[in-house]
């Protein structure tokens, strides 16, 4: 919206990409986080050091001069712990599982493999998209039924996450045979 109503052209003083990810970082880090420590969804000796490495491996990947490529990419897990959280939370999987998805997740972060960035990427955006908003709807409907949420549900519903994590790796394989690159 912003982009569109061309703020940074009549506010040239203000950083809305700052801002946006101070809201982003609020939303899709902290309070995942919060929920991991207080609703245990992870041993509770385990609770603050996983929260503290979803935080803090967070707060390193927001900060990366590429965090955002150029080309539309997140570089390392983009730091999607509402939905894995949300997953964890509807699943009902046993805390020490959580807790080791989540610590795996922290580390990815610093792993420079490339995520595709939905509303931007330049391949496939429509349909990417189109397959989110399914997905959201899912993820809604889902929350909405919990804890009586349908397996098929559940599981169809990770047919996106799965198509999204091969997707950002099909693109990361054909950017780097195309340039060159090991990253």
Not at 54 to 60: E, V
Not at 64 to 71: N, Y
Not at 111 to 133: C, D, E, F, H, K
Request: glycine fraction near 6%.
């Amino acid at each position: 919206m912003a982009r569109s109503a061309k703020v940074s052209e009549r506010l040239p003083w203000f950083n809305g990409a700052k801002l946006d990810d101070i809201i982003d970082y609020l939303c899709y880090v902290f309070v995942p986080a919060l929920i991991i420590w207080r609703a245990l969804l992870v041993p509770e000796s385990w609770a603050v050091p996983v929260a503290a490495a979803m935080l803090l491996s967070s707060a390193y990947g927001f900060n990366r001069e590429d965090a955002k490529t150029a080309d539309h990419f997140f570089t390392g897990f983009p730091s999607y712990w509402n939905i894995v959280v949300a997953y964890m939370w509807l699943a009902g999987w046993p805390p020490v599982v959580n807790g080791v998805i989540l610590v795996v997740l922290a580390v990815l972060v610093f792993v420079p493999i490339r995520y595709a960035y939905p509303s931007r990427m330049p391949v496939l955006r429509t349909s990417t998209n189109v397959l989110g908003a399914l997905w959201g709807a899912a993820l809604v409907a889902m929350l909405w039924r919990h804890p009586d949420v349908p397996p098929a549900l559940f599981y169809g519903s990770l047919a996106f996450p799965i198509y999204y994590v091969g997707l950002s790796l099909v693109l990361q394989t054909r950017r780097r045979t195309a340039t060159g690159t090991a990253v």
